[in-house]
């Protein structure tokens, strides 16, 4: 069976969540009273409406393992209630940041729905408006990083590391967008790979635990790349895995119904396909992959199983798993393997 | 004849203009070498055109302004050839600035056109991905920051800065939006003063100068309140100014035809026209502004002359230069009065 994966075996604890979620309300009242302090008392209403609907949605995986990450790495003694208040902070940011790109992404694509509710832009009355109402989600972040963590010796390292997350992920994203035009016959893994590390796993895993690197004070250049390398690993993982659950996960687990296919996404399993195909199987491919008609979807699906996909992606999981883990017994700069483990077992959850 | 106002009669000098642009090859270089560092040579790519199709358009007023007020606040013997670059590459994060929140703005307000050629989005083959280009725009910047400025003293004060104007202008869209639905008898000035400070005057005025204050090593906070005070003013007439030449300006000399009556837009003529007019004339305001036809349009300009408006915007212009005259002689804290005076008569250039 594999609609559920290795990674997806161990949840966040709902203490955690539940912690993490009653930091929400000071969040909102620190950027009301930000705004309003601009005579903006209307744009201050609206916008706490903006945040209710679009940050605390999702299993807010990011933010929770900003969190999780900072307990691992320091001393029980620093774990005071402001220190911990801090890195929920810093997990509310990255979550912020994530709205944003969501927020974003859906006008882009035009999407419907997103988390079982109406896409923002497609709620009554916001519309374009959604684009600035991201914008403005993306520049509050700043303003609680201002009010927090600007007496911290990391500030300037927590807010360029949020504008060189924040750069990569566009640059991800545009990568994503001259793909999304391109035929399934010009797919290649080494382009899979960089949209993927960029959109999705330097947001996703080297953000949270960067930010909690240098919250837990963290100065050392190299333990920095080396968590990069393991993170960025877990990263593509996740991507191959969700790319892998769209066609072959059991909708009642992952709580959606793939459509990777009709989409004409440059998913892990068309560019896999088309290294494995013959002449005749990728005119197959050529044919059917990015349409509509049922009967094509399903010829891509039997074309991926006669390609003996479901097995390939096996193998790709347990060695991946496998790899990472050797990886993270390389490490050598004092940032404790518990802490990588941790993650290996926790954030493999599905999301999206 | 109220089509060239007093504030228009200087230009920048063309020199200065060229010595500007002369940096911008710099930035894009800059910038393709920090995109394809992260595996995106596509993307690198197709930024270098969203860059140069974008970003150096139109007069560069608020660019230059950075750079002239930097020049009129330092001794001659730091005018090194070194400072003046950082003086103009702050100009030009200014520049990416604004075409970051042009370019988002013109796909909310599904614009057509924008300095004579077609917005970004109706450019073939930009469409929505335009609110990404505008997202790299964005974040671009900071590695400008990084790479030129984060030796210095000013660094996290530039970064803090950007990030607030960014915000406060966010905030002043969201009004703007807010607004843009309201009938022309909600209008008020109190609303129309917080959407064209928070919008245009903020990043348009205060920031170019806020930035020449840091990048002059200034440091004393009462400085740059009053500096906001008299720029976030300059910022105010210059809004009046326009939407003023929006009706009543000749196209020859402002270069556009102006549809701030068809749009409902919350403009100065049409606040005040709500607040000097008898029942009868409200209801014309109600039947007429915010409508297409022709004839409605121009019953509202008649409206407008019938209650002496371009008179009243004669007299609000002369006060409106000496109170901000006045308020540049009251400053005391060591910014020299010549530095605002060459604003007050070079920035009042029409642009829009
Ligand atoms: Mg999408
Ligand atoms: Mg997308
Ligand atoms: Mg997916
Ligand atoms: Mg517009
Ligand atoms: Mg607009
Ligand atoms: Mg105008």
Request: proline share 3%; net charge negative; aromatic share 10%.
């Amino acid at each position: 069976n594999h609609s559920v994966p290795i990674a997806a075996r161990v949840t966040v604890s709902k203490d955690e969540s539940r912690d993490f979620m009653a930091v929400f309300p000071d969040l909102v009242r620190d950027i009301t009273t930000v705004t309003k302090a601009y005579n903006c008392s209307d744009a201050a209403k609206w916008f706490a409406q903006v945040l209710q609907y679009n940050v605390p949605r999702g299993k807010k995986n990011r933010g929770i393992l900003t969190v999780l990450t900072y307990k691992n790495l320091v001393p029980t003694q620093d774990l005071t209630p402001e220190n911990i208040k801090l890195a929920q902070y810093l997990g509310w940011c990255v979550e912020m940041l994530q709205s944003f790109f969501i927020i974003s992404d859906d006008v882009m694509d035009n999407s419907t729905t997103r988390r079982g509710q109406p896409c923002w832009h497609k709620v009554e009355n916001v519309g374009l408006t959604a684009i600035n109402d991201a914008l403005m989600i993306e520049n509050a972040m700043y303003a609680i990083l201002k009010k927090h963590f600007s007496h911290l010796d990391c500030y300037v390292a927590l807010m360029e590391l949020f504008h060189e997350i924040t750069y990569i992920t566009t640059c991800g994203q545009s990568l994503d967008q001259l793909n999304s035009n391109r035929c399934v016959s010009e797919f290649t893994m080494e382009n899979y790979k960089a949209i993927v590390e960029n959109k999705t796993a330097y947001y996703s895993f080297y953000l949270p635990f960067a930010l909690a690197l240098h919250l837990a004070g963290y100065k050392d250049a190299e333990a920095f790349r080396q968590s990069k390398t393991i993170l960025l690993e877990m990263g593509n993982f996740f991507q191959v895995q969700d790319d892998f659950l769209d066609c072959f996960g059991n909708p009642e687990v992952t709580g959606k119904i793939g459509t990777d296919i009709q989409d004409n996404k440059c998913s892990w399993l068309a560019v896999v396909a088309m290294q494995r195909a013959n002449v005749e199987q990728k005119q197959i491919m050529v044919d059917c992959y990015g349409k509509e008609e049922p009967a094509k979807v399903e010829r891509v699906k039997e074309l991926y199983k006669e390609l003996g996909l479901p097995s390939t992606y096996a193998i790709f999981e347990e060695e991946s798993y496998n790899m990472i883990k050797t990886h993270i017994q390389q490490t050598s700069r004092g940032v404790p393997h518990q802490t990588f483990l941790q993650i290996l077992n926790k954030i493999y959850q599905r999301d999206s």
